[in-house]
């Protein structure tokens, strides 16, 4: 299936739940909204690369997809932003590249996690929630990359922002975009230095 369909259907499934919810949440009122802001939060994602940049690049005409859940802890919150630590769990990712020995396009699978993350949520009480945040990990895959002198295992940064849609029942739509490297340090003779434009959507529970 081609990553920018996937994408489509991951935002037409977020958009349905979304809907739901919303019914929902008119049926218990129509006061003044004043979102309580979370200080737990768990949000599933996914999404995939719509570009490769050029900024530090060696691997062009690549697709990169992945799927995740993001857990979110409140650090500080202020009126205008607040402060979250995230750890995402990348149980789902493709890649579908040119091999650097061949020249053939493959497609390889892998999984992954991001422990160091950092997100600024502005108007945190507010329904519309302008987001911006950074992430670090690394990503396994079952084939070497960017070819056979590449590595499986591959180093990750994320930087994005997006928009965050809040109802009033402690749920939220996010959509974002993100600039994704994957490197492998030079921990082999070929280097992919992959980065990918990604667009994603995401559907988070507040505690």
Known sequence: MPPRLILQLLIL???ICW???GTVSAQSGNGAFAARFPTDELTIWGGGSVH?????????????????????????????????YTFDVIPAAFLHYPRSDTGTFTTTYGAGFSPLG??????????????????????YFAGRIPGASGA?????VGLGGGLRIVSRSGRALSFGYMLHHISNADRAPVNPGLDSGIIYAGYSFFR
């Not at 108007?123 to 302008?130: C, I, K």
């Open 19 to 21: 809907a739901a919810q």
């Open 152 to 156: 499986h295992f591959n180093f990750t």
């Open 52 to 84: 490769t940049s050029r900024i530090a690049s060696r691997l062009r005409d690549a697709t990169l997809g992945m799927a995740g859940v993001t857990y979110a802890r409140t650090l500080l919150r202020t009126r205008v932003a607040a402060l979250q």
């Open 118 to 139: 950092i997100r600024v949520n502005f108007r945190p009480h507010g329904r519309l929630q302008p987001f911006a945040g950074l992430r670090g990990g690394c990503l």
């Open 13 to 15: 499934v977020f958009a």
